[in-house]
């Protein structure tokens, strides 16, 4: 108990460290270039975003949950674009038209702007906690339609230290056994599997593309959800969804791989791709 109370405090004194010196940065008044930079474009995120939203019946509206130094929000084509985050890296006065940023948690964002929005495309970034985002893709589904996808970040930890809830741990664990880099995603690799087994009508797919960046050959791997054709994707079926995080506590991302080995096995961009559009060209038939 008192080991717990001081872990407790030690990460809360980490994080008031870290929002202070956020605080005094130059980085937060840094103004980002809102013109699309091409270059960025075919290397990260916005990339994938963009070629999703070429598909998408509708694509004038998106929502990026964890926007940090707004490099991805800055490139996506999308008129509509509002970014959550409770420390965006970036001056947030003087915006492009279409654009806004909410600079708070996303779950005070989702509780204040409850029916404002419908989002055609979402990015979920945010906190690397399993049951932040499950919740954050929870929270979604109110606020998006039939035909939204919905993208999600670091589903695939590169091994079991990077998969490591806490960050700090997950460091030390690596500098203990002699590794080098600081790549950490948490356990965000649960959501995937409570999102499996809880929605059955959501299209869950690993996406990973080391082809697509010919630069260095560095892809990102994310999950994209969305509904079967004709399928609802509820809120109400989260219960299950919670449970399913609840259970798999204290295990690593290698158990996850081998328990549904399909589940975890990426697909390339492309053949995503060409799935996502057979599934709209099946809902919408050309005349
Ligand atoms: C990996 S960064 C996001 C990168 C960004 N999406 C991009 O592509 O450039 C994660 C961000 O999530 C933010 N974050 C942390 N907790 C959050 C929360 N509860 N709600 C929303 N964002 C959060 C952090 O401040 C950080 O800026």
Not at 177 to 204: L, P
């Amino acid at each position: 108990m008192a080991f717990q109370k001081q872990n407790y405090v030690t990460r809360m004194a980490r994080k008031l460290v870290r929002r202070v010196r956020y605080l005094l940065s130059e980085d937060r008044r840094r103004r980002l270039n809102w013109s699309p930079q091409d270059r960025d474009l075919e290397q990260w995120s916005a990339r994938r975003l963009n070629r999703i939203a070429s598909f998408l019946p509708q694509n004038v509206s998106y929502l990026e949950v964890g926007v940090f130094r707004g490099e991805t929000i800055s490139n996506v084509k999308m008129p509509v674009r509002v970014g959550v985050d409770p420390e965006p890296r970036f001056s947030v006065v003087g915006l492009p038209n279409g654009v806004e940023i909410f600079a708070s948690t996303s779950d005070h964002f989702f509780l204040s702007h409850k029916r404002a929005f419908c989002f055609d495309l979402i990015f979920l970034d945010g906190l690397h906690e399993a049951k932040q985002c499950y919740s954050d893709f929870v929270n979604v589904l109110k606020i998006s339609s039939p035909d939204s996808v919905i993208l999600i970040d670091d589903v695939l930890p590169d091994d079991d230290i990077s998969s490591i809830p806490d960050q700090d741990d997950s460091l030390k664990e690596r500098a203990r056994t002699g590794q080098t880099g600081f790549r950490w995603h948490g356990d965000v690799w649960k959501v995937v599997v409570a999102i499996s087994i809880a929605h059955a009508d959501a299209r869950i797919q690993i996406i990973h593309s080391p082809e697509m960046n010919p630069v260095d050959g560095d892809d990102n791997p994310q999950a994209a959800v969305w509904r079967k054709p004709g399928g609802v994707l509820d809120a109400e079926d989260s219960a299950l969804g919670f449970q399913v995080i609840d259970e798999l506590e204290g295990k690593p991302f290698s158990y996850g791989v081998e328990r549904w080995p399909s589940l975890f096995k990426p697909v390339g961009e492309k053949d995503f791709l060409a799935s996502l559009q057979g599934f709209f060209e099946t809902k919408q038939p050309k005349p």
